[in-house]
């Protein structure tokens, strides 16, 4: 996970502007894997849309998936369950939508693209 981590910032760089925070947009993306893969069901893809103002990341799996209304309250003494917390509170915002036969995340990530890129 730490190569796919690396390069996907490593594409965000080259496309965002200054301002972009590159270290949340990391921590997202990590959360979001680490649960597709503890919670979710193959296959895992991952994309990220760079056409929008901000950048998007979507995941989606294969798997059920949640409604947020059901997610347990978080429990800043646990060793886990804090990934989707970490990730609504760092991003721009997060969708979550539940397709046939599959699970969708979409994370708009705090990197603003540049107009050239």
Not at 26 to 36: K, M, V
Request: net charge neutral; charged share 25%; glycine share 8%.
């Amino acid at each position: 996970m730490t190569a796919a981590r690396r390069e996907f910032t490593s594409y965000l760089r080259s496309v965002a502007n200054s301002e972009a925070n590159l270290d949340a947009a990391a921590l997202i993306f990590g959360e979001l894997i680490a649960n597709a893969i503890m919670y979710g069901r193959d296959p895992i893809t991952v994309s990220v849309d760079s056409r929008a103002p901000y950048a998007l990341l979507i995941v989606e799996d294969g798997g059920l998936g949640f409604v947020r209304e059901d997610l347990r309250p978080l429990d800043t003494t646990s060793t886990g369950g804090r990934g989707f917390a970490i990730a609504t509170n760092l991003a721009r915002s997060l969708h979550v939508e539940r397709l046939p036969g599959r699970f969708r995340i979409t994370a708009e990530l705090p990197v603003k693209i540049r107009p050239d890129a």
